[in-house]
């Protein structure tokens, strides 16, 4: 055969194999390369159909041999349809190599079925992808591989021949060629049909973002753009932007105001985030908007832009501002200190009022620390006055368990001022205190108590206070084993210094008399009293009756030596009279305590007063031990 009849013959079956390959790949465009299983069928059928015409379209390669392309459509249907439709074109075209007939009809069918074998394995390549082209050059090795098995199951005879004329070169080169061009068709196909669904993929996640999305060529024409730039342009639809400017749709100004940040933008080539604010439709629109630089073959073409409407976000902001002015002018005008604590104890906010009340903390360093730490910088410098006996590591531990309880507490400061704490737990564990100034409201209530507690003449305490700290007194010693003692004072002849000198100079006496009996007593230690009238009480705790004698006899002595004139007494000046007391084993009644000194003091009246004399004596209890009185003044 004339090798311009060959090229004419493989070209044009060549030309069959590429329609078909196009019908196939229109075919499954609009099945969306899913192919069910009457859709493999029916390729296999126009597969093994084109397999057909070719055997029809044989040239004749040397003579008594015939050529054609009939191995290639149905290696490549594996490709495409699998097992099924390589299987289909298989069945069709052994058939139709039957029905002709003839001396190769054997080979014929080998060559059909040992493609189908081929087209099998091209099944696998084409569930991994098949979009290299190291793919493309194995099948069509492949393919080759089935027109040289060909060649040598021919007689020996016909295959001396070819290889004489170097048929079996052409053989194997138009076998090879014709595979590569229809694997490379399949190929390039698969990939564009990948692309595409990409493509598409790409446009719906475009067209669904709530942002606006577009590209801009160097004149600010829109390229393509989303639905909700469309939206955000005010434009019926995203293919209305193409070809259109921002002065298509915002005022000169502003689309001047955007052309302006766009040259800039594109002077400099480099991502940009930009915040742009306009009106529309009387309402004030905040955008920010990230542009990046889009270049093609290293040439800027063009601008991409990415923007978001963020007119609430700003209007949040202003809100939380205008909210945080206002909080932190009404946590400055307080009249009260507040600070707030973390879930761990720590300062997270306070306000100047504070800090006022707590001068030791430090504003620029306060933040973050603990409640613990700053009470113990308190303690530490004394701007903190703890109670009497308490130790500091427990009183602070204990004020933070107060707060982490929402305990209220008053705090007594180094300068005499009183802080109540209020606090108030929050749901995640932290906890906000108000500070307040309860210094006059302490004084108040200490004046009220002092009112209450005190003898408004003498300034001693009173009758209620007294009974008070008797029954204290009584059960601190039984409980303690230690001595207790009491003396009654009675001043002789006092309604008679009233009626001779006047109340008002009684009153003075009344005052000389307390004066000279609290000083020697041992400050808070022992109670000094007004028991009533004329009558004075002075509790003594750990004192033995010898020792109390001992401050009788002294006091007794002290206000005679006051030397205060009483004309209607038979010693010439004020004296007193004293009873004396003290706690018995057989009793721990504080009324049996009180009415033996009682009969004390009626003794001291009837031995002619400016006397002291004790209770008649009972039975000393060995575990009530004496205790050396050394702080009185008298001693």
């Keep these: 055969m004339e090798p311009h009849s060959l090229l004419i013959t493989f070209l044009a079956q060549l030309g069959v194999i590429s329609l078909t390959l196009t019908i196939c790949s229109l075919i499954r465009d609009r099945v969306r390369g899913k192919l069910t299983l009457p859709g493999k069928i029916a390729s296999g059928m126009l597969f093994g159909a084109t397999a057909v015409l070719l055997m029809n379209m044989s040239g004749e390669l040397i003579a008594g041999f015939r050529f054609d392309l009939r191995i290639v459509p149905i290696a490549v249907v594996g490709l495409i349809s699998g097992p099924v439709g390589a299987a289909v074109a298989a069945c069709l075209a052994s058939a139709a190599r039957v029905w002709l007939g003839g001396a190769g009809v054997l080979l014929g069918l080998t060559g059909i079925w040992l493609a189908f074998a081929v087209a099998f394995l091209g099944y696998s390549l084409a569930n991994r992808g098949f979009n290299r082209w190291q793919d493309v050059v194995t099948y069509s090795a492949l393919n080759a591989g089935i027109a040289f098995f060909i060649l040598l199951l021919l007689p020996p005879n016909v295959r001396d021949l070819l290889t004489q004329q170097n048929a079996h070169l052409i053989l194997l080169g138009l076998n090879s060629l014709g595979t590569l061009i229809s694997t490379s068709f399949i190929r390039i196909d698969l990939i564009r049909r990948e692309n595409a669904q990409l493509n598409e993929l790409h446009r719906q996640i475009v067209s669904a973002l709530p942002d606006a999305l577009s590209v801009k060529d160097l004149q600010g024409r829109f390229l393509t753009a989303n639905e909700a730039t469309a939206s955000l342009m005010g434009a019926t639809s ?249 003396l009654l004072i009675d001043v002789d002849y006092f309604k008679a210094y009233n009626d001779t000198y006047g109340h008002p100079a009684g009153d003075e006496v009344l005052r000389q008399i307390s004066g000279v009996l609290r000083s020697a007593c041992r400050g808070e230690f022992d109670l000094v009293a007004r028991y009533g009238g004329e009558e004075f009480a002075i509790i003594l705790p750990a004192t033995p009756e010898e020792v109390a004698h001992d401050v009788a006899t002294r006091l007794a002595t002290a206000v005679r030596m006051l030397d205060i004139p009483h004309i209607a007494s038979t010693k010439g000046r004020v004296t007193v009279s004293v009873g004396l007391a003290s706690l018995s084993a057989t009793t721990d009644d504080p009324q049996q305590l009180l009415k033996s000194c009682d009969e004390a003091l009626y003794l001291a009246k009837g031995a002619g007063r400016d006397k002291v004399r004790a209770a008649p004596r009972q039975s000393q209890p060995e575990k009530l031990k004496p205790t050396k009185r050394t702080t009185h003044s008298s001693d």
């Design 238 to 486: 995203a293919a209305e932007l193409v070809g259109k400017t921002d002065f298509d749709y915002y005022s000169r100004e502003e689309a001047s105001l955007f052309w302006e940040q766009e040259q800039a933008f594109v002077r400099e080539a480099k991502p940009v985030t930009l915040e742009q604010q306009f009106e529309r439709n009387g309402q004030t629109v905040w955008l920010s908007t990230i542009k990046v630089p889009y270049f093609e073959a290293g040439n800027l073409k063009g601008i991409v832009s990415h923007t978001s409407d963020i007119s609430s976000r700003k209007a949040l902001q202003a809100e939380l501002i205008s909210t945080q002015v206002l909080l932190e002018t009404a946590m400055a005008e307080m009249a009260d200190g507040l600070a707030m604590f973390d879930p761990d104890g720590r300062l997270v906010m306070w306000n100047q009022r504070y800090l006022e009340f707590f001068p030791y903390i430090d504003e620029q360093s306060c933040y973050g620390r603990t409640l613990a730490d700053l009470l113990t910088a308190g303690v530490l410098r004394g701007d903190i006055k703890l109670p009497l006996g308490a130790s500091p590591r427990s009183w602070v531990q204990d004020e933070v368990e107060r707060s982490q309880s929402a305990q209220q507490s008053d705090l007594k400061l180094s300068d005499g001022r009183w802080v109540s704490k209020t606090t108030r737990v929050m749901n995640d564990g932290g906890w906000v205190t108000l500070y307040s100034d309860v210094s006059e409201k302490k004084a108040v209530v200490q004046q009220l108590e002092q009112m209450a507690s005190k003898d408004g003449l003498t300034d001693l305490a009173n009758r209620r206070i007294f009974d008070r700290r008797l029954d204290d007194a009584v059960r601190t010693a039984q409980t303690s084993a230690t001595p207790l003692s009491l």
